[in-house]
């Protein structure tokens, strides 16, 4: 298979997926996808919850207060600092660290 190939793979998997999550009430997530001439493998996820819709970069601004949907991160809050060229650097409301994130796993609060 080719790189090309995987890509269109992912978004007709993911939307073919749609259904199951409306039907189900979960949220279906794919992991990394790896793959050879002849095969491809990835991790698939689905959690109960409410549909979390993908939002890319272009969604946020800075100062914009954000949640980070990860396990780790359940009930913090984030403000927006710097929006880069692929992730978003985000600092814990009350807290020093600053995180980078990918876009796609950033919630508006």
């Not at 949907?69 to 927006?80: A, F, L």
């Amino acid at each position: 298979m080719t790189s090309t190939e995987v890509k269109n793979f992912r978004v007709d998997f993911q939307n073919a997926v749609t259904e199951l999550q409306k039907k189900y009430g979960v949220n279906i997530s794919t992991g990394a996808i790896r793959y050879s001439d002849s095969e491809l493998r990835f991790k698939v996820t689905a959690r109960k919850g409410k549909i979390v819709e993908k939002l890319d970069k272009s969604a946020f601004n800075v100062g914009e207060k954000v949640t980070i949907n990860h396990k780790s991160c359940k009930g913090k809050i984030y403000e927006i600092v710097k929006v880069m060229a692929k992730n978003i650097k985000v600092q814990e409301i009350g807290s020093f660290g600053l995180v980078t994130v990918s876009p796609g796993l950033l919630q508006k609060a």
